[in-house]
């Protein structure tokens, strides 16, 4: 049975959904907020105001289950995912994704990836306050 509804074009042009989840700290898995994950979303989503990029929707998730990769989000329809660490890192997102469609290839997130590439840690601070890789 075919139903008409699920041939809509999505609400949003773009619904970009940032992780915010925080865990107690020392958690084996980490957690997207001592990341930088809410900081960074509200970043987004005033760059994303000031730009008045036309259908494009930021909200704060719950854990996406890529805690390792984080901070990450998820943007839709397109399915694409971004780890992030800097107002840099989501001013080029931003920039490149969301005005233009085009891909962060730095950024990105492949769906078998496990740990970050070591293009992706420059610039982070593991929990230790060390230099990541
Ligand atoms: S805490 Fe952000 S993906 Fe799990």
Redesign the pocket.
């Known amino acids: 049975m075919h139903n008409d509804s699920l041939d809509q074009k999505p609400y949003f042009k773009r619904h970009i959904f940032c992780?915010g989840?925080e865990?107690p700290a020392g958690h084996p898995?980490?957690?997207?907020k001592e990341k930088g994950?809410v900081d960074l979303r509200n970043y987004l989503k005033s760059r994303v105001s000031e730009l008045k990029i036309d259908g494009a929707r930021v909200n704060m998730a719950g854990?996406?289950?890529?805690?390792e990769l984080?901070?990450?989000m998820v943007i839709y329809p397109e399915g694409v995912w971004y780890t992030y660490a800097s107002r840099e890192d989501i001013d080029e997102i931003t920039d490149k994704h969301l005005m233009h469609g085009e891909i962060v290839e730095r950024l990105l997130l492949t769906n078998d990836q496990k740990e970050l590439r070591a293009e992706q840690k420059t610039g982070r601070t593991c929990d230790d306050g060390a230099a990541c890789g």
């Open positions: 992780c989840n865990r898995r980490g957690c997207c994950g854990c996406l289950d890529r805690c984080g901070a990450v």
